[in-house]
């Protein structure tokens, strides 16, 4: 056998990891909503007691 | 620094809402507000140490001119309904979604996310923006399902709880399946290509034979997920039009996909050739995506509202001397029930108590409210305008007016519409098939049976018109972007293609043509001192009739005159004594004891009198939309125009003239008879119809045309189901999205001849038995590629030409 397979093996198992991470992402909803996971990680997380003039 | 500097500008706006608020505005502390309920949010939120809020974004909140009744959500302890509405509870904590159509920017993802912190009994609030919803979890102990929703209302998101929801199924499987699809697909497509690869350029036999067979293998293991997992749809949807005697694009698709795979894989395995895998999971990929592009769905927006969704979902029944909240469906016939000012009335019913002022604008499109009578019936789809009423039943929900009209055959019956990619597609196929038969025959005949089944199975492979699917859908796709993006949604992008079909346009008048919630006032007449203008405002204040409250409104007065001897005569108008002098207000006939002359029958006309003079006319008049004129303008050059009206035909003239000699105008039409209208343009006259209209009075004709298009003040307001929601505010632009819609079949017709193009140089390969699996590496994907990027770029081209980004 020729290392060429062995690498095209490896690669193919790479790349398997990479659509089992997207298909999870999916499956969680990562794709569901577009917009709040952005702007809510803009946020702070104390929130300020009075309003900035 | 911005916000006080603007607060000192001449113009006010509500810090809340941003409206602008400069006749009555309320100032607290250094901040002005347009009204009491945006001051009362603000207070809520800056007890609760939210106000950053205000911070998030300018002017975030919204408007809160309308007060929601304190009782409103009542109905929400009945232990009925509520186990409806929530999604699982454990008795010590509950979870419950709300529909929530107001969210509109961060400032409200913020907020909604730490509700908690105002109301202490809720434990997590976790939104999802795309689908305007919030998933509330909540302790049982210290607040309630009511309370919950009462917080949410009290800082301005009124969640919208209406049957349908009750009885709605979520489907969110649909686009997740689609995404896996095109993950799988991509990731097959990308290792096969990665597989052939040693195999193109090995060109002299370099590449060892152990090796190559090994790839194969990987080859043909990594392509079966693609055949029988990707391009399932392709086969299923295939099998369905074979089934109906229907011939769609995905027959020819789906059997240039099988071929491909068989012949293939009897060239992998028999070791005469690399196959045209690659190609065959490349073309799918392609496909998905661009269904993926062209089925974006809306999902806050919903097209196929029914009469149930415009109903409460609980109204006041009297059980036992007292009123108690009871599901719509559960009232029977003679239950007295209470309907509160601004509430839709349910069920055909007799009113008992109170008087009635009801706004039949979106069941009939009769623009002025009618006064009811006690004894006189009120039909299911009114509004009550003024105070509260009480009715007795007489036909259940399932029984009335408003559910009879929903189920006319019109809402059985699926449009069925054969879209042109189709028929294209049949006469493709058949003459790839010709081709393909005459050179199978040229190459039995010179005795090339080897060759003879290469030039078959590769003029089949060519014949698949995936080019052609993909031209369509990406165009359709980036068009409906666009249009979404100006305010007009379509439910499917087969839409498009009848929208672009049209050639006789009907429109509604109330509520359509004209904003169903304001009407113009003029006097007309001599000069009103200011002690006659409080002389009529006195009279008019007595009156409960409709017109009377429009004057009364314009001339905006608070009159404190003392009224003697009055009288009303029904549907004729009202007199009293105010300060020694007699007032008479009302028709032409019971002002001025004359027959009604043509000139002062335009419009609604009410007659001034003091003592004997008379004074002057007022008139009221619908105000017609913000570039009315000028869209008929547009219109009327290209397309037949109609206008059909539930109300009277008081502005025909008006009409005529803007629309112009040939347009047919026809007034007082109940819903049936505009439905009927519709069926004669296309039957009789075989006209493509559009119709835009807003409310039920147009739902039947809107379903029937071939393009239905509902106008929305905003698009969370209820609309008829409808081929289309167009924002009121982007009405001046139906002739460029008309125009839009049109120049997108050209696009689509041009890529199209593109793509022949391509499968030309094909099957020139073909048909001589020589298309090597590099060719078809090469060219499937310039192809595929070069489609894509011609169509979004003429597309987006299109758009910009009309004025669309």
Redesign the interface.
């Given at each position: 056998m020729s290392i060429i397979i062995l690498i095209a093996a490896a690669s193919i198992l790479i790349a398997g990891g990479f659509l089992i991470a997207f298909i999870w992402g999916v499956k969680d909803g990562q794709f569901d909503d577009d917009y709040s996971p952005p702007n809510r990680i803009l946020f702070d997380d104390t929130i300020k007691s009075k309003i900035k003039k | 620094?911005e916000?006080?500097n603007q607060t000192a500008q001449q113009t006010t706006t509500c810090f809340h809402c941003g409206e602008n608020c400069n006749d009555k505005k309320i100032a607290h502390e250094d901040k002005f507000f347009c009204c009491t309920g945006c001051k009362m949010v603000y207070e809520i939120l800056?007890q609760s140490?939210?106000?950053?809020y205000?911070?998030?974004n300018q002017n975030p909140g919204i408007a809160q001119k309308i007060k929601v009744r304190e009782d409103k959500f009542e109905f929400l302890d009945n232990v009925e309904i509520t186990q409806k509405l929530i999604s699982f509870t454990d008795g010590k904590q509950t979870q419950v979604s709300f529909y929530l159509p107001q969210m509109h920017c961060?400032s409200c993802?913020?907020l909604l996310?730490?509700i908690q912190?105002i109301n202490k009994g809720i434990i997590s609030s976790r939104?999802?923006?795309?689908?305007k919803e919030a998933f509330i979890v909540f302790d049982n102990k210290s607040t309630s399902l009511r309370k919950v929703v009462e917080t949410l209302t009290a800082i301005g998101y009124e969640p919208h709880i209406s049957l349908q929801d009750v009885s709605k199924e979520k489907l969110?499987g649909g686009?997740?399946e689609r995404?896996?699809k095109i993950?799988?697909s991509g990731?097959c497509f990308?290792?096969i290509m990665?597989?052939s690869f040693?195999e193109y350029f090995s060109i002299g036999g370099y590449l060892?034979k152990?090796?190559g067979s090994?790839?194969h293998y990987?080859i043909i293991v990594?392509s079966l997920p693609v055949l029988f997992y990707c391009a399932s749809e392709f086969f299923v949807t295939a099998w369905k039009g074979v089934k109906n005697n229907f011939l769609n694009i995905d027959l020819p698709i789906a059997l240039a996909i099988a071929i491909t795979f068989f012949r293939s894989l009897y060239e992998l395995i028999s070791g005469t050739g690399s196959g045209y895998l690659d190609s065959m999971s490349g073309i799918v990929f392609f496909m998905l995506v661009g269904r993926l592009v062209q089925d974006r769905t809306y999902r806050s927006i919903s097209f196929d509202r029914d009469f149930k969704s415009f109903f409460p979902i609980a109204v006041n029944v009297l059980r036992d001397g007292a009123f108690i909240p009871v599901a719509v469906e559960k009232i029977t016939i003679n239950d007295v029930i209470q309907i509160h000012a601004n509430e839709l009335i349910p069920v055909d019913a007799i009113l008992s108590k109170g008087t009635a002022e009801i706004d039949y604008s979106f069941v009939s499109g009769e623009s002025i409210p009618v006064a009811t009578g006690i004894g006189e019936i009120v039909y299911a789809g009114g509004k009550q305008l003024g105070a509260n009423i009480e009715l007795i039943v007489v036909k259940e929900v399932s029984q009335s007016y408003l559910t009879n009209l929903w189920n006319k055959d019109v809402f059985k019956n699926e449009k069925q519409s054969v879209s042109v990619i189709h028929k294209l597609s049949k006469y493709f196929t058949a003459i790839v098939l010709l081709i393909g038969v005459t050179a199978a025959l040229y190459w039995l005949s010179q005795g090339q049976t080897l060759l003879m089944w290469n030039a078959l199975t590769t003029i089949l492979i060519v014949a698949c018109p995936c080019a052609l699917l993909l031209s369509s859908t990406f165009t359709n796709g980036n068009i409906l972007r666009i249009l979404s993006k100006n305010k007009f949604y379509l439910r499917h992008p087969d839409v498009i293609e009848d929208l672009s079909k049209i050639n006789h346009i009907v429109f509604d008048k109330t509520g359509t043509l004209t904003q169903s919630k304001k009407v113009k006032v003029s006097f007309e007449g001599v000069f009103l001192s200011n002690e006659q203008q409080y002389i009529i405002a006195a009279l008019l204040e007595q009156s409960s009739h409709p017109l009377s409250k429009i004057i009364f409104q314009y001339l905006d007065l608070t009159p404190n005159e003392e009224i003697v001897s009055f009288r009303n005569v029904t549907g004729q108008g009202i007199e009293a004594w105010i300060s020694d002098k007699h007032v008479k207000i009302g028709s032409a006939k019971f002002v001025k004891n004359s027959s009604i002359t043509s000139s002062d029958s335009a419009g609604s006309s009410v007659f001034v009198k003091i003592d004997n003079d008379v004074l002057g006319v007022f008139r009221i008049k619908n105000n017609y939309r913000f570039g009315f004129a000028e869209v008929i303008k547009s219109l009327k050059s290209k397309f037949n125009l109609s206008v059909l009206s539930g109300d009277n035909d008081a502005e025909a003239n008006y009409l005529q003239e803007v629309m112009g000699v040939d347009s047919e105008l026809l007034f007082n039409q109940h819903p049936e008879e505009k439905l009927e209208y519709i069926q004669y343009l296309q039957n009789t006259k075989r006209r493509n119809v559009l119709m835009v209209g807003d409310g039920l009075n147009d739902a039947g004709a809107l379903k029937q045309s071939n393009v239905g298009i509902a106008l929305a003040e905003s698009t969370n307001n209820f609309t008829p189901a409808s081929d289309g929601i167009l924002d009121a505010g982007q009405f001046p632009r139906l002739n460029q999205f008309i125009a839009f819609a049109k120049s997108g079949q050209h696009i689509i017709m041009a890529s199209f001849v593109l793509s022949i193009l391509y499968n030309i140089i094909g099957l020139y390969f073909a048909v001589q038995g020589t298309l090597s699996p590099l060719i078809a590496a090469i060219l499937m994907p310039t192809s595929s590629l070069s489609i894509i990027l011609i169509t979004y770029g003429m597309s987006e081209y299109a758009g910009r030409k009309q004025g669309l980004q």
């Open positions: - | 620094m916000q006080s800056n140490e939210l106000c950053t205000y911070d998030l961060s993802l913020w996310e730490n912190k939104v999802n923006f795309t689908q969110k686009s997740r995404l896996y993950g799988v990731f990308a290792n990665m597989m040693p060892e152990e090796i090994a790839l990987f990594l």
